[in-house]
């Protein structure tokens, strides 16, 4: 039984050495940086009030910091995206195919470093109207979700109706995507609700985690985040 799952793990890793070779420099995607109809703005207050509080566990860990970028639309609306930091993503769960995903995806060869940048950064955006008032929440969730999979198929959720304060997310997956919940649900055991004060999200730090790619291949591509977010305060 060992040596065939050695023969399995050799000839996937041979089949992964063609691939990279072949795409590692070819570019699918070009990128602009200068948005339209959007100016960069920093509100520290405005960040703060509506930064939303993550539930987690033990299991899935704690965001250990998070950065905020914000634009204001030519109509008035100010839209801010939140990036909350973990210090990494890893599927525990036991089994050949977690196992693989933890030594050639999340760990071992670091293909999610490769291709995306340190760290683990997930993103929460929302927009308010003129008046400050939550017109849309926008996240990510995970779909049809078994930790036994490779990976992790993303789900893009946005809500524009019954928004209250605080903004309550709960971690549902190994790779930190999110369920919204409202502010009547209570905390199961082992879990924790923290906040985490935003800071400005500074080009030399977006630069650093490698959140941009004006070009990208099938092994370097952007991180998660919003077209306002490209321009930014100096």
């Known amino acids: 039984m060992k040596k065939i799952i050695i023969a399995i ?8 050495i063609g691939f990279v070779t072949y795409v590692a420099n070819k570019t699918v995607r070009i990128n602009e940086t200068d948005i339209s109809d959007f100016t960069p703005i920093k509100n520290d207050a405005i ?13 899935y860990e704690y965001p250990y910091a998070v950065y905020y970028r914000a634009s204001v639309d030519d109509r008035g609306n100010t839209y801010i995206a939140y990036h909350y930091f973990w210090e990494r993503e890893v599927n525990n769960t036991k089994g050949f195919v977690p196992w693989l995903s933890r030594n050639i995806y999340t760990g071992g060869l670091k293909l999610q470093k490769i291709m995306f940048g340190k760290h683990d950064i997930e993103v929460i955006g929302i927009v308010l109207d003129k008046n400050n008032k939550i017109i849309k929440v926008i996240y990510e969730s995970p779909e049809n979700y078994s930790p036994n999979d490779f990976s992790v198929k993303h789900k893009t959720n946005e809500i524009t109706q019954n928004i209250t304060l605080p903004l309550r997310f709960k971690v549902v997956s190994w790779n930190h995507l999110f369920q919204h919940v409202d502010n009547n649900y209570e905390l199961q055991k082992g879990e924790v609700e923290l906040f985490v004060k935003p800071k400005y999200f500074t080009q030399a730090l977006w630069d650093e985690f490698t959140m941009f790619k ?16 490209r321009e930014y305060v100096q």
Do not use: M
């Open 9 to 16: 793990i050799v000839v996937l890793l041979v089949i992964l």
């Open 47 to 59: 960040a703060d009030k509506y930064c939303p509080y993550i539930i987690s566990n033990s299991e």
């Open 214 to 229: 004006k070009e990208e291949t099938a092994l370097k591509q952007n991180r998660a985040h919003y077209l306002w977010e």
